[in-house]
């Protein structure tokens, strides 16, 4: 199978070129490994070769030694690791010397120290429509940060085409795959989470019948707000299951290091009304393929469930804006208020222009979705902040376009960075 292009690749290069070592976190199987071995000139195992545990224990620096950039692949595996590349790097004082990927982050009690001036590092995430070539990219988030937007038309694409790409997922092992045997390997990838990964990275063991019930409830309310006591009830309620609160907030911070939970942060602008802003996250598993795989579902499912598939499509919206906004040197938020106004995605920059979104998986809401926006910009206080660069609606089967009132309505099949 041919290498796809990823678009993490010029923010790797650019850190290369910064500094000592870069750093590339993702979830397992995102493709992380095969990205680097593209501008990797030697590799280094740390999950597969069994000499690395004695060579830790006796003489680490034999491990650093090698063709640079040098890949140490699944670093986590022998966190000591990251020490030793932080001195080698003072000591070589050149750029460009390591790249470390890994699918965990490592326990709290393991003694990092910082890598600041050292390393650098690249999130990245499972692959979007604009690399596996379903979205033709013409509508940039780079535009959209700048108040402009393309001429063009599009047809757009079908709710069977959306359901279809939503259960197989954005998986590079999964590019040929039909749905019927993706859904197999993702349920399989969710069994392994349960029962293998969590007790893993967590250094004790987990229940897996608890670890399948919290991640079944993630899936029911993605892409919403809900706090651990509202876990907890669901939990309680749909799995016949009891978690405590405390077991949550662990369970939760072990699939965050293994960066299987996104939380996507509150927007906290300067507003006119005297609302309070929401500040909890919404929680998203990190592709929509694990939230179907954990509740178990099929097209069939999604299809009779419009509703929940609608919830489904934000999730992945927002999976494709965290992918565009990066390569944007921005970041992806949510804003809600006690006024009870909701925008589905707020991208910023670090310059602070940011542009708006509503997520719409048809058309019949896209009314709805403009008096929102519209809403949300007219509270932005002017005296503190600029508005908007732009307002938009991401649709799934509508098509693209620039409305009178200048909102855009973008389909995610015309959306890229």
């Not at 979205?135 to 988030?141: E, N, P, R």
């Not at 608890?210 to 009830?233: G, P, W």
């Not at 906004?325 to 809600?336: I, Q, R, S």
Request: glycine share 6%; with cysteine.
């Amino acid at each position: 199978m041919s290498y796809i292009k990823r678009i993490i690749e010029d923010d790797l290069l650019e850190k290369l070129s910064a500094s000592g070592a870069v750093l590339i976190k993702g979830p397992k199987s995102c493709g992380k490994t095969t990205t680097a071995n593209q501008f990797a000139k030697s590799v280094l195992e740390m999950d597969r070769d069994k000499q690395v545990p004695v060579i830790m224990a006796t003489n680490p620096q034999i491990l650093l030694v090698g063709d640079t950039p040098r890949l140490i692949d699944e670093w986590q595996e022998q966190p000591e690791i990251w020490n030793y590349v932080r001195h080698e790097v003072d000591d070589r004082k050149a750029k460009g010397q390591f790249i470390l990927t890994g699918s965990a982050n490592p326990n709290d009690d393991v003694k990092l120290h910082s890598g600041a001036g050292r390393f650098t590092i690249v999130q990245m995430e499972t692959m979007s429509w604009q690399e596996l070539g379903y979205s033709t990219g013409i509508v940039k988030i780079s535009d959209l940060l700048q108040g402009s937007f393309p001429n063009f038309y599009d047809s757009g694409i079908s709710l069977d085409f959306i359901i279809d790409k939503m259960l197989i997922g954005g998986w590079p092992t999964l590019l040929k795959a039909n749905t019927k045997n993706a859904l197999k390997t993702n349920r399989g990838y969710v069994d392994l989470l349960c029962e293998v990964d969590m007790s893993r990275v967590s250094g004790v063991k987990r229940d897996p019948l608890k670890v399948r019930s919290l991640l079944r409830s993630i899936a029911r309310n993605t892409a919403t707000l809900v706090d651990n006591k509202t876990l907890e009830q669901d939990v309680k309620t749909s799995e016949r299951n009891n978690l405590s609160r405390n077991t949550i907030t662990e369970y939760l911070d072990a699939l965050s290091r293994l960066m299987i939970l996104y939380e996507q942060p509150a927007f906290n602008p300067h507003i006119r009304s005297s609302a309070l802003l929401r500040k909890s996250p919404k929680k998203h598993l990190c592709d929509t393929s694990l939230a179907v795989a954990a509740l178990g579902l099929d097209k069939d499912s999604l299809i009779k469930d419009i509703k929940y598939t609608g919830f489904l499509f934000e999730s992945l919206a927002t999976h494709e804006l965290n992918v565009y906004a990066k390569a944007n040197d921005a970041n992806v938020f949510h804003y809600n208020d006690s006024y009870g106004l909701e925008v589905d995605a707020i991208v910023q920059k670090r310059n602070g222009n940011y542009a708006a979104f509503e997520i719409k998986l048809g058309v019949g809401y896209i009314d709805e979705a403009v008096e929102n926006l519209k809403k949300f910009e007219a509270n932005i206080d002017t005296a503190k902040m600029d508005l908007p660069k732009s307002l938009n609606i991401i649709t799934g089967t509508g098509m693209s376009y620039h409305r009178p009132d200048g909102i855009n309505v973008i389909s995610l099949a015309s959306l890229g960075k």
